[in-house]
């Protein structure tokens, strides 16, 4: 990838779910650091550790599954947490400041500087999306919003994944 920036093929690198120890070893061993780490982040996987270590580091987080992928039925156990969109908590929060649960999820991440990318095939629902830089979130709803991390994964790369010693997931 380092080869495709100096040829101009290419203007950055990214990552998508390196967590701290995969960063360090790939800073130890690249030229370029990567410019972007996408990563599953939603009140319920915070991923504290990586967050800091990222904003340390000058890397871009980038959000994905910010409403901890709801579409995603058949990933589901009955040990899953209730669904983000649907937590009480969360809903309390978007009452209080006459928005969805969706749009308290995403400003959630635009207050931390963190890119979010939602996904929705509805016009209505995109259009609503966007409509969150009109209303911060005080401090104490972030807390609350934190308060709901326990490090639970929507997407569940693991399944069909054999063990390796780089394995994403293992950490953080």
Known sequence: MEKL???GLVKTI???NFNTSQLERLMSLANIKPVVNQVELHPYLMQP???QYCKSKGIILMAYSPF???????????QDPVSLLENPVINEIANKYGKTAAQVLLRLHVQRNIVVIPKSATPSRIVQNA???DFNLA???IKKLEGLNRNWRAVKWEVGHPPHKFYPFNED
């Not at 901890?68 to 009955?78: A, E, L, V």
């Open 14 to 16: 990214g990552v998508s």
């Open 139 to 141: 401090e104490e709803d």
């Open 131 to 133: 409509e969150v830089f």
């Open 68 to 78: 901890g992928s709801p579409d995603r039925p058949f990933q589901r156990t009955d």
């Open 5 to 7: 920036v100096d040829e």
């Open 49 to 51: 550790k990586l967050v």
